[in-house]
């Protein structure tokens, strides 16, 4: 049973850098935005020990410090931000119907999707140990490369994203150990003749991962099993990357929104609308290419700006 209808200018759903930055350019703009964190307050960038890759910050900040600093900077200018998740939309006529927690339901000039995505990883009880021990276990070359210069790695996958990721990472370690599960590559070919030429990149075809080994605090080595043999093996490394996917959190939307293939929203070119009029969508819940915390931002900038674009036609 819901409770009575609240109606407001501009919902934003979701709280990443996407989320948090669309909030600051709308409550600027005097939308007075109502932000929604989600399951996940803060993103997938709660999960990342250090960032330091984002402007602004020459000593670097982890990832949790950095959210806290976006949602201060977002309330500083009257953003409503609220717990809870959003549980079911109905987007099919001129109002935009949105409840919250199954029981709240709110009727939004605007809607800001900045749901993001999520990186799927291998369920392993160690994996999840050292990914929350912020020790060694990554599903980002290119946001925690950087910190194993020179050093051994494994990656897991075998698709055109962890090829690129083993090949971005053999530019910075001193080995880079590539696990695919089957016979074969699921990569394009150019992609698999280039890290099948990278010297420093050692290919096990066949080969699951057992178990991530480390010392409670950081990864030592990776366990993993020869499924033509059945021989086991321990790789040493100090990092772990999980380079199989992720997925968009945008299951809710699919009645109304058209998303591609994987589930990514799909947005009009060079702006951040949707298929709906109103609906608009920031970071990686629309972005399976870059995914990175400064681009999720910029498309919150862009969502916010094409929103209010949006309000002032209807005037």
């Known amino acids: 049973m819901s409770e009575t209808i609240e109606k407001i200018k501009c919902l934003i759903i979701g709280s990443g850098p996407a989320g948090y930055t669309a909030a600051i350019y709308a409550a600027r703009a005097n939308m007075n935005p109502v932000l929604y964190q989600g399951t996940q307050p803060g993103g997938q960038l709660t999960t990342t020990n250090e960032v330091e890759n984002f402007p602004g910050y020459p000593d670097g900040v982890t990832g949790p410090e950095m959210m806290v600093q976006l949602q201060a900077q977002a309330q500083r ?7 809870g998740w959003v549980t079911k939309v109905d987007f099919s006529g001129p109002v935009h119907k949105v409840w919250v927690n199954d029981t709240k339901e709110i009727h939004a000039q605007t809607v800001i999707i900045s749901t993001g995505a999520s990186a799927k990883y291998l369920g392993l009880p160690s994996e999840q140990h050292y990914l929350q021990m912020g020790g ?9 490369g950087f910190f194993y210069r020179n050093q051994e790695v494994v990656i897991v996958g075998a698709g055109d994203s962890a090829c690129e990721e083993a090949h971005y990472l053999s530019k910075l370690c001193k080995k880079v150990t590539m696990l695919v599960r089957s016979d074969k590559f699921r990569a394009s070919r150019i992609m698999e003749e280039r890290v099948r030429k990278t010297e420093n990149i ?14 409670g605090q950081v990864v030592t080595e990776i366990k993993a099993l020869n499924r033509t043999t ?10 772990f990357f999980v380079a199989i996917g992720h997925k968009p959190n945008t299951d809710i939307f699919a009645d109304y929104i058209t998303l591609d293939e994987t589930g990514y929203i799909v947005n009009v070119p ?3 609308k ?3 009029p109103g609906v608009f969508v920031a970071g990686d819940a629309a972005d399976h290419v870059y995914r990175q915390a400064i681009t999720a931002a910029g498309t919150g900038c862009m969502a916010a700006l094409d929103a209010e674009r949006y309000l002032a036609a209807l005037d």
Do not use: K, Q, Y
Request: with cysteine; aromatic share 2%; charged share 20%.
């Open 77 to 83: 200018f009257g953003t409503d931000v609220r717990d």
């Open 136 to 144: 060694g276990v990554s599903a980002c070359a290119v946001c925690d």
């Open 202 to 215: 050692d290919i096990l075809m066949n080969h699951d991962t057992v178990e991530v080994i480390g010392d």
């Open 230 to 239: 059945g021989e086991t093996i321990t790789i040493p490394a100090t990092g």
């Open 270 to 272: 060079g702006s951040s």
């Open 274 to 276: 949707t298929n709906v």
